[in-house]
Nanobody
Framework: QVQVVESGGGLVQPGGSLRLSCEVS????????WAWYRQVLGNQREWVAADVSGGATNYADSVKERFAISRDNAKKTGYLQMNSLKPEDTAVYYC???????????????WGQGLQVTVSA
């Protein structure tokens, strides 16, 4: 059974940094892509960043040049490094792993449990 567990959220002052981690457990073939989203209570979930197969990365304009998405395939873990954090970055952050269980089969999306990130003085 595939599970996705996030870690690394918390409270940080404006201008500070946090790194979120997202680990996949269970028997899989590979992780085709990673993505991070965030959601403020009462609002829709917002896409933040993506790391697709082949190494390409994309970012929402609001986080570009401040956030960096990366992965460690050996550890089946994705990361979101967040720098120069602003109060408006406060949200619950979710990771999504597109997991392929077997070679040649389509991938399926698995979500982490969500982490609160609060940016406040």
């Amino acid at each position: 059974q595939v599970q996705v567990v996030e870690s690394g959220g918390g409270l940080v002052q404006p201008g500070g940094s946090l790194r979120l981690s997202c680990e996949v457990s269970g028997k899989i073939y590979n992780i085709a892509s990673w993505a991070w989203y965030r959601q403020v209570l009462g609002n829709q979930r917002e896409w933040v960043a993506a790391d697709v197969s082949g190494g390409a990365t994309n970012y929402a304009d609001s986080v570009k040049e401040r956030f960096a998405i990366s992965r460690d395939n050996a550890k089946k873990t994705g990361y979101l490094q967040m720098n120069s954090l602003k109060p408006e970055d406060t949200a619950v952050y979710y990771c999504k792993a597109s997991v392929r269980k077997y070679p040649g089969r389509p991938s399926a999306d698995y979500w982490g449990q969500g982490l609160q990130v609060t940016v406040s003085a």
